[in-house]
């Protein structure tokens, strides 16, 4: 079956645009969270749903940071006035309910490149 | 708050030797701790977990992990490496209270030799 699949893959920006990383999770999970991996250090948690409703956003690094998700389908990480520390690799997971009970799947991630 | 060391950036072994890759953790209580594996230009992938069952976990591909509370300890093993081995290992835990916020380690790049 299909797996958790994100777009683009790759994004080049300048500072101070906007971006939106898109992420599909698999059919029927409840859970979606979004990671951000910096070059060389381990995945940072930035937010996580529960259905459409986000329980804990403390991970998200500051304002210009938005996340969003249509009922228990999409979600949209929207990064606004891109600054050059938000290069990374921003990566979205699923899984069916809980990541302790249920295998949490990773999508192949977002390269975004701010310039 | 929690935390995850994984002692190691890069590991080298011999084709058919002994991987161990080392993952320490900070909690006050038991966690639930987690080893994940990225192959080169693919996800992240679930090797094994350990949530408060037996201490000596079993995961995919030949790998194991042991959880050692008097250690705080989780170190990650595979008799014998195979060249498929090659990637990156991260290992994370996430607390009991909120178990869905996982965090990760740095990671440990396994390179095999042939």
């Known amino acids: 079956g299909a797996g958790v699949s994100q777009s683009p893959s790759n994004k080049v920006t300048e500072k101070g645009k906007d971006v939106e990383l898109r992420c599909d999770p698999i059919s029927g999970h409840t859970a979606l969270y979004w990671y951000r991996q910096r070059l060389g250090q381990g995945l940072e948690f930035l937010i996580y749903f529960q259905g459409n409703s986000a329980p804990d956003k403390s991970g998200l690094p500051s304002d210009r940071f938005s996340a969003e998700r249509t009922g228990e389908s999409v979600s949209t990480l929207t990064i606004q006035r891109t600054q050059q520390e938000d290069s990374a690799v921003y990566l979205c997971?699923?899984?069916?309910?809980?990541?302790?009970?249920?295998?949490?799947?990773f999508g192949p991630g977002t390269r975004l490149t701010v310039l | 708050a929690q935390s995850v060391t994984q002692l190691g950036s890069h590991v080298s072994v011999s084709e058919g030797a002994l991987v161990l890759l080392r993952c320490n953790y900070s909690s006050s209580v038991p966690p639930y701790l987690f080893w994940y594996v990225q192959y080169p230009n693919q996800g992240l992938q679930l090797l094994l977990k350990?949530?408060?069952?037996?201490?000596l976990v079993k995961g995919i591909n030949g790998f194991e992990a042991e959880f050692k509370k008097s250690e705080t300890s989780f170190h990650l093993t595979k008799p014998s490496a195979h060249m498929s081995d090659a990637a990156e290992y991260f290992c994370a835990v996430t607390r009991r209270s909120n178990d869905y916020k996982l965090s990760f380690g740095a990671g440990t790049t396994v390179t095999v030799r042939a």
């Open positions: 997971a699923s899984s069916l309910r809980r990541v302790t009970t249920d295998t949490q799947y």
């Open positions: 350990y949530t408060s069952a037996a201490t």
